[in-house]
DNA sequence: TAATAAAGCTAAAGATTATTAGCTTTTCTT
DNA sequence: AAGAAAAGCTAATAATCTTTAGCTTTATTA
């Protein structure tokens, strides 16, 4: 791989574990494999550097929510809607790169405005939006009981971003916290899904 | 007020604003407006600071989730309940202390098991307990539909704690996130409570 | 009031940090 | 294959950061 992403690579894995300022330029280039001043031929510094990986994670949100294909097509009955929605929650949680992004946003949100701006895109904007369509969708097909689709996205999502949070934080207990996430999106089709 | 207590109060404020190791020693003392040596007369060193502070995080919770007089009564109807809620929201979103805790352990929660264990219960059990408490006694008293209360806590108060977040990192959107709040807790009410 | 303890200060050590300068090796292009 | 560009290295700078040592001032206590 070229340098420069593996030096992207590197630099998003510890930024998200140490913090940015927790991360020093010698030990991305030691992950990388090279040496602290071959960076500056990449990044003119290590804010560049930062500000790359912001490039990245807006790219990944421009990748996974921006465009319509990756939602599939509607599902038809609770079962379906339950299993894609935990197949979604389960690969959100879990794929290395999305993890990482997320524990990076969440620790640097505070950096600048377009790091607070991608964060919110990132946790709340790109998967309601996303969930407001497929339950509008769902809504027209009788599957859910008329009612404001945005909000129910909101109620659905809020949580599952929540438990996902902790799941980052504490790993160890993320078997229960799957299980939350099960009970809670059952329990919101027993709420708002029209019986069949 | 004691030193020692000053440096607390300003460690606080600048590790909410930039972090643990985007702080320096300097700085605090500079605030308190001692020299940096100083502090080393009421601390060890700054990780002892770091883990003072984690005390008064704790310390703030019991005070706050620990005791049951904080309740107060339980609301007779509809609008005082979510009146009551939109206080305890706007108090917790807007109090300057409360605030740089929250700030702090969001930037922190990575750090050790401690921090991310007391994140977890200010941001998840503190109010979830709560909330189940309330709803639940409200069940009893046939203001809500029959369900599991923890359920409906967990629906409740997860799109507040989302919400607020995103107030802490874009304080310029304050208004309409909590007018998102607010219709947040009136679609709960209309969703589980009882007609009267 | 005299003695002691606590809390402040200056100066500095020692470590780490991001970055630059200058040179060498590798890679690409013609 | 020759020349140029890209990417690596070592050495070093300059700033910053935490912490210690030793001294002075303030506050407490007997």
């Known amino acids: 791989m070229a340098t420069r992403d593996r030096i992207l690579e ?3 894995s ?12 010698e030990q991305i280039a030691e992950k990388v494999g090279i040496k602290a001043p071959s960076l500056y031929k990449h ?13 990245t994670a807006e790219a990944r949100y421009e990748e996974y929510f921006g465009s319509e294909q990756h939602l599939g097509r509607l599902p038809e009955s609770r079962e379906e809607f339950v299993r894609g929605t935990m197949d979604r929650i389960l690969f959100t949680m879990c794929d290395p790169m ?6 990076f946003l969440v620790q640097e949100q505070f950096r600048n405005d377009r790091l607070a701006a991608v964060t919110t895109r990132h946790q709340l904007e790109g998967v ?3 969930y407001t369509r497929i339950i509008e969708g769902m809504m ?6 008329k009612d404001d689709p945005e909000l129910l996205a909101n109620e659905l999502t809020a949580q599952v971003v929540l438990l996902i949070a902790q799941a980052d934080r504490q790993p160890q207990l993320e078997r229960e916290i799957t299980q939350s996430i099960e009970r809670h999106i059952c329990h919101f089709c027993d709420v708002y899904m029209t019986i069949q």
Chains 1, 2 share one sequence.
């Open 128 to 130: 309601q939006k996303m």
């Open 140 to 145: 027209e097909k009788g599957l859910f009981i």
């Open 98 to 103: 999305i993890r990482k992004i997320r524990k």
């Open 10 to 12: 590197e630099a998003l």
């Open 43 to 55: 990044f003119k510094g290590k804010e560049d550097i930062l500000n790359a990986l912001i490039d």
């Open 14 to 25: 510890l930024f998200s574990e140490n913090g940015y300022d927790g991360t020093g330029v």
